[in-house]
Each structure stands twice: as C-alpha cells, then as structure tokens.
C-alpha cells in the first residue's frame, strides 16, 4: 500500500537542513507506527513537488535514510519502509505538553452519568443471551437486502444516493409509512406530519427537545426505557415519574401540571404491559382536560404473534395532541437506526429544523435501500418470520421457567421479544449477572428502569429474540441454579 503524500508535513520548529527535516519526519512517521513495514513512500520528484523543495534534497534523504535501514530500494519501483526499520514503541508516547485546561469547570454541561447500562459487546459470543435488542443473523433477510442495497446504489438512484436533502427526506421510504405502516397502526398521516429519525431514540430526542423548557413538566413511565429518562434529565424539565401497574400507566395518577406525557401504551417498557382500550380513551381524556400533549412510543407492535395489537393511541387522537414515534431499527436490525416521528405539521416542521442543525437528514442510501425492503414486501416476510420463530422461542421459555419455578413480573399480552421477571427480594440481581456471565449466560439487571435513588435491585429482563428454543431451557435452568445458589 502507497503512503498518500498529502500526510507528510514538515514541522516549521524542526532544526537542521531541510535534508535533516525530511529525515525526521519520515522516521518519526515509522517510529509512531503511522508508516507500516512494507508501504511505499511517494516518488522523490512527488514528494518534492508537494513540499516545496528541491528533488535532490528528497533524494538525499531517502539514501540517508536507506542506508539507516529505515528504507529499502526495490528495483525500479521506489523506495519502502523498510522490514528492518525500528519497531514503533508499545507504549503511547507522552504528550509534548501537559493540558491546562480545567474541564471541571469548562465543561457547559454534562451528558455522561446517565442510567443507561453498558451492554457487552461480544454478547454473541454467550451461549445464552437472553438480552434484548439484537439481531438474530439467522433470521435477517441477508440476501434480499443486499439486493435491496445494491439496487440503491444503482444509476436510477442516483439523486437519491448523492443529493443533500438539507432538511427533507427520502419522498419513497416517507410514502410507504404514510400509505402501509401507518395505516395499520390505524393512523392517517400526510407527507409533512412524517419526520424520519435516527432510530426511535433520537425521535424520542428531538421531541423533548422541541416539546420541553426548564419550566415545563414531563411525565415517565415508572419503570421506564432507561434511555428515555437520561434523555429528559438532560432537558431540565421537571421531570415526575409515575407508577405503571398490570395496565399500564394510570391516567389518575397524573399530576394536573404535567406538560408533556411519555408513554408505551401497546407495549409497556420494561413491563410488558399492554393499556386496554378504555384505559387509552381515559388518558387522551385525561390530558386534554389538562391540556396535555402525549409522546407515544409504539415499539414492537410488530411483534404481535399471539393477536392483534390494539389500536395505536395515535389513532384515537382526534385533536392533535398525540406524537407517535416508530422505529425499523428493533424489528429490521438495530444498527440500521432508522424510526420515524408523526404528529400536528408545526410539531413537525419545528423537528424538522432542529434535526437539520444537527445532523441534516439520515443517508439517503440507508432511507432509500429500507424503502425498498419495505415496498417490495421482504420486511412484511421478514416480520412473519420472526413472529412464527418467537412465538415458539416464547412457549419454550414459559415452559422452562415455569419447570425451574422462576417468578414472571410482567408479559406482553400480544408477543413481543422479552419476559419481565422478578427474583426474591434478597437478590441483586447486578451480582447475579456478574455470577451468570462464566456460565455463558446473560442477562438484563432492571435497577436502571427504575427512577429512584434506591431502585428495586431484584428485577430483570429475559429476552429470547437471540437464542436459539434448544438452548433457553439450558440457559434456564443456568439461571435458576445460580439463583438458588446465591440465596
């Protein structure tokens, strides 16, 4: 491989000739490790034309060079780092000057500290990885949405690829959710009520960015999507959590001075827990007495293989004061961070100019390549797949935690991907995953749902869209094992 000469830049403080310049800083390059053994320098007439300087000064160099063995001459092909060039240090090497800046107090504000968990990054390498929100590549669509891909790339698509869309989207993947995935959720929704999102969480983001002041109030599930909660922390809203129970979120429980209300009616989160019809009517009512917006997050709605979901909260608006949040991300693959926001045009056009500040639009390639999985029925396919697959990976795992006498905290009345569980009181089970995890198995602590200082320590979640139905009940019994163990 051939070094880019535009990386060589003589240091203006170096000493010497400018011969004794070139020197050091081609062995500086070899000595840090950013010149590997074996690549190849630019041509001394190259290299002189870019630095400014004569050819006979590179050339001295480079034999000056060549005879420290930090150079090899191949014939007729130029000139190499040599194979028996020093070794680079294995160490980094200090700074030339120590910083002087006070970060503590530079620092305009602070975004780490959340309660959001780290997950690990070689979970596929568990045998039993009962975590949730990660793609399974035995059922991913690989070969279709290659083809999806490639045929983006192609010269029809070429606007869609290439143009900066500044603050719009792709119109293809906007006229499928307004025609089919709205639809279904029974919402109807023009062009320019629909906002494309990096994922749900970012939809999430930009809402309470639009939405909330330091002297506005949200409410939160409680326990919530973790996530979620760092998210509205980071608004400096007042923020007040209220209790979910085995419906949901209480309209009762609602404080009358509450502004903006988050909630995940179809599929609670982390609960499960599903709102009933006549729950969801009470709190639009609820919140238009109050005057009141609602942040829906409809995750997994797709995930409905035991029947069909109910009806999005969205659909049963009928003043515009419901903002629905979907996502491609959970059901296609998560690093696809693909979702979407609908709501009331001013909502949307406010979003619309804030994400354009941010980060303009999606890639137009990624918006375009899901909109054709999308409208060529490979992601209607895909979504069937991974219900049949679930729902039986499902009766296996009730089964084995029923036979190893685990306790269930919550389940999704229609699917979904995970089990909301609960262990003795006694049991943290932060040390739990800590003692599981030699045994190839993971697990999700449920401290970080909960909004307290002092969180419930002996929840937690198992999910089952990763693991194949022959090892959950291995994985189960694992569990169960340890968890008497521990006691």
């Known amino acids: 491989?051939?070094?880019?000469?535009?990386?060589?830049?003589?240091?203006?403080?170096?000493?010497?000739?400018?011969?004794?310049?070139?020197?050091?800083?081609?062995?500086?390059?070899?000595?840090?490790?950013?010149?590997?053994?074996?690549?190849?320098?630019?041509?001394?007439?190259?290299?002189?034309?870019?630095?400014?300087?004569?050819?006979?000064?590179?050339?001295?160099?480079?034999?000056?060079?060549?005879?420290?063995?930090?150079?090899?001459?191949?014939?007729?092909?130029?000139?190499?780092?040599?194979?028996?060039?020093?070794?680079?240090?294995?160490?980094?090497?200090?700074?030339?000057?120590?910083?002087?800046?006070?970060?503590?107090?530079?620092?305009?504000?602070?975004?780490?500290?959340?309660?959001?968990?780290?997950?690990?990054?070689?979970?596929?390498?568990?045998?039993?990885?009962?975590?949730?929100?990660?793609?399974?590549?035995?059922?991913?669509?690989?070969?279709?949405?290659?083809?999806?891909?490639?045929?983006?790339?192609?010269?029809?698509?070429?606007?869609?690829?290439?143009?900066?869309?500044?603050?719009?989207?792709?119109?293809?993947?906007?006229?499928?959710?307004?025609?089919?995935?709205?639809?279904?959720?029974?919402?109807?929704?023009?062009?320019?009520?629909?906002?494309?999102?990096?994922?749900?969480?970012?939809?999430?983001?930009?809402?309470?960015?639009?939405?909330?002041?330091?002297?506005?109030?949200?409410?939160?599930?409680?326990?919530?999507?973790?996530?979620l909660r760092d998210i509205l922390l980071q608004s400096r809203c007042h923020l007040t959590p209220v209790a979910v129970d085995r419906d949901g979120l209480p309209p009762g429980a609602l404080p009358d001075a509450a502004d903006v209300i988050f909630t995940t009616p179809s599929h609670q989160s982390p609960t499960n827990a599903t709102m009933p019809l006549a729950r969801r009517k009470a709190l639009l009512d609820k919140a238009r007495s109050m005057n009141a917006l609602i942040v829906e997050d409809d995750y997994e709605f797709e995930m409905s293989f035991l029947g069909a979901p109910s009806p999005a909260l969205k659909s049963l608006d009928t003043d515009g004061r419901v903002i629905y949040a979907g996502s491609f991300s959970k059901s296609i693959f998560p690093g696809l961070r693909l979702g979407y926001l609908v709501g009331s045009k001013p909502f949307i056009r406010e979003a619309r100019a804030l994400r354009a500040s941010v980060l303009r639009h999606p890639p137009g390639h990624i918006q375009r390549t899901a909109a054709y999985f999308l409208s060529l029925g490979h992601y209607d396919s895909l979504i069937r797949r991974m219900g049949q697959v679930f729902g039986r990976r499902r009766a296996v795992m009730e089964q084995a935690l029923s036979d190893n006498g685990l306790r269930v905290a919550g389940r999704g009345l229609f699917g979904g991907s995970s089990i909301w569980m609960r262990a003795p009181s006694h049991l943290d089970t932060r040390l739990l995953d800590q003692a599981l995890r030699p045994k190839g198995v993971l697990i999700e602590p449920g401290q970080s749902f909960f909004h307290d200082d002092h969180p419930p320590h002996n929840f937690y979640r198992l999910a089952y869209s990763s693991i194949p139905s022959e090892r959950i009940a291995d994985g189960i019994e694992i569990l169960a094992k340890t968890m008497r163990e521990s006691g």
């Open 1 to 227: 491989m051939a070094i880019f000469v535009e990386t060589f830049f003589l240091d203006p403080a170096a000493q010497g000739t400018l011969q004794a310049k070139i020197q050091q800083m081609i062995a500086q390059g070899i000595l840090s490790g950013r010149f590997s053994k074996g690549e190849k320098l630019p041509s001394s007439r190259k290299l002189a034309a870019h630095l400014g300087v004569s050819r006979i000064t590179v050339t001295l160099a480079y034999t000056e060079l060549l005879a420290n063995e930090y150079l090899e001459s191949r014939d007729r092909s130029g000139y190499y780092v040599s194979e028996n060039a020093p070794e680079p240090p294995q160490f980094s090497p200090l700074l030339p000057q120590q910083e002087n800046v006070d970060w503590s107090r530079a620092l305009g504000r602070r975004f780490t500290g959340g309660a959001t968990p780290a997950k690990p990054q070689d979970w596929n390498t568990y045998r039993y990885p009962f975590i949730y929100g990660q793609a399974d590549p035995t059922l991913f669509d690989h070969a279709n949405w290659r083809l999806c891909a490639l045929q983006a790339l192609g010269q029809k698509d070429f606007q869609a690829l290439t143009t900066d869309y500044y603050d719009q989207d792709d119109p293809k993947l906007i006229e499928f959710i307004a025609r089919h995935t709205l639809p279904r959720r029974g919402i109807l929704a023009q062009p320019d009520e629909i906002l494309i999102t990096m994922g749900a969480q970012n939809a999430l983001w930009l809402t309470a960015q639009v939405l909330l002041t330091q002297r506005r109030m949200a409410v939160v599930e409680d326990p919530c999507y973790h996530a």
